[in-house]
């Protein structure tokens, strides 16, 4: 297993554990506060590990929890991306994904899929797009607008939980 190279989480104060872990889940500190409440230790340092156990908390959490997690993710493509409102890790993701250079087509086709996916589910398409292309992306949403609220809402955990460990990796 992978430890951290900038810190070691099992040493950490409370403070600096959620200054540095609390905002892996979008704008969801309680994930980080959670974990450390739960007490730490040295498998911690590990990347994958630390993931399982803010992942579970997740799972195990109260529905309206979830929900405020999925609700707390910008939309892709979205407003928030063009005026600048992202957080710096949504940023670097959607950047890295292509989407800061979407074409009028594109930006009106994310635009319409963002606002039919949340009609339909009421909570933003979540998907990890670190490696994924803007077509990959679009046919994602095209695939999945059709799923029953369930299954896409387990879906969006997922990708949710896949997100948190690419930043936790990034660290």
Known sequence: MRQFST??????????????????????????????????????????????????????????????????????AGRAAISGDLSVSSLAEQAGAGLSQCTTEEFEQFTLYNDLYKSRFNFPFIMAVKGATRKQILDAFNNRINNDVKTEFVFALEEVNKIALLRLQDM
């Open 7 to 76: 810190c070691a989480p099992c040493d950490m104060a409370r403070e600096e554990f959620i200054n540095q872990f609390g905002e892996v889940y979008e704008h969801s500190p309680w994930v980080a506060e959670k974990v450390f409440e739960q007490g730490l230790g040295e498998k911690d340092n590990e990347v994958e590990f630390l993931h399982q156990r803010m992942a579970k908390v997740l799972i195990e959490a109260e529905k309206h929890q979830q929900l405020d997690v999925l609700c707390a993710h910008p939309d892709l």
